[in-house]
């Protein structure tokens, strides 16, 4: 069964610092990967979707990286702004019917 | 082009009350996907369905859940009898193709409150 884990759990940065969010999942044998943001209270957003081919995907100061055979992912925000902070949710699609889910880092930019 | 709807955002019951979710997809998705979020815990998957069509209930307790997608309308998640523990955050997502390798977009999601 496709475990999907993310590290770490909270994340703490000043603003204007680049950082790197980490999701690991635990079969190789993915469709794609997608990371989404969540603000309390709210919807997911999808921020990048890398297909399982593909390398990296980039969308303005987001970069996601996609390593399928070390089972992992990673999620570079360069200069970061207060309004970052959200929750990233990673998820891995698979030949299941469904994303499978992390449970998060939560992220705050501090002014 | 608007995005996936649902609706109520936010829904109260009391213990043994029914529960409806809505979910409309986004324009030429056929594909739709239910997930729970409960309190402090990740998103965990549902059911799948196309129109007309449940595909996958894996996730979906036996007794008491329900889903459907009809020909016409939106897609319903409904709880019979709720419980406390049905406490959480119903998120639909919406695919235009099947679910291998497709974006999934989601809805701001429904919290459900049981009292």
């Known amino acids: 069964k496709q475990e999907v884990t993310q590290i770490p759990a909270a994340l703490s940065v000043p603003e204007g610092e680049n950082l790197v969010l980490n999701c690991s999942f635990t079969?190789?044998?993915?469709?794609?990967l997608q990371w989404f943001r969540q603000d309390p209270g709210k919807g997911l957003t999808s921020l990048l979707l890398?297909?399982?081919?593909?390398r990296e995907q980039t969308s303005g100061r987001l970069n996601a990286s996609l390593d399928k055979s070390s089972g992992r992912s990673t999620l570079y925000i360069a200069a970061s702004q207060p309004g970052d902070s959200a929750t990233y949710l990673c998820?891995?699609?698979?030949?299941?019917?469904?994303?499978?889910f992390g449970t998060g880092t939560r992220l705050t930019v501090i002014p | 082009n608007a995005g996936v709807m649902q609706n109520p955002r936010h829904l109260v019951r009391r213990r043994g009350q029914e529960a409806r979710l809505r979910c409309s997809p986004m324009?030429?998705?056929?594909?739709v996907y239910w997930y729970r979020q409960l309190p402090e815990e990740g998103l965990k998957f549902m059911v799948y369905?196309?129109?007309?069509?449940?595909?996958?209930e894996s996730g979906m307790p036996k007794e008491r859940f329900s889903a459907e997608f009809p020909k016409e309308g939106p897609s319903i998640l409904r709880i019979q009898q709720v419980v406390r523990g049905d406490s959480a955050a119903y998120f639909c997502?919406?695919?235009?193709?099947?679910?291998?390798?497709?974006?999934?977009?989601f809805g701001p999601g429904t919290r459900l409150t049981v009292l």
């Open positions: 369905l196309q129109k007309e069509n449940i595909i996958d």
């Open positions: 890398i297909q399982s081919s593909q």
């Open positions: 324009k030429g998705h056929s594909h």
């Open positions: 079969d190789s044998a993915i469709y794609n």
């Open positions: 998820a891995v699609g698979t030949g299941a019917n469904n994303l499978f």
């Open positions: 997502a919406s695919s235009r193709f099947g679910p291998a390798g497709d974006e999934q977009f």
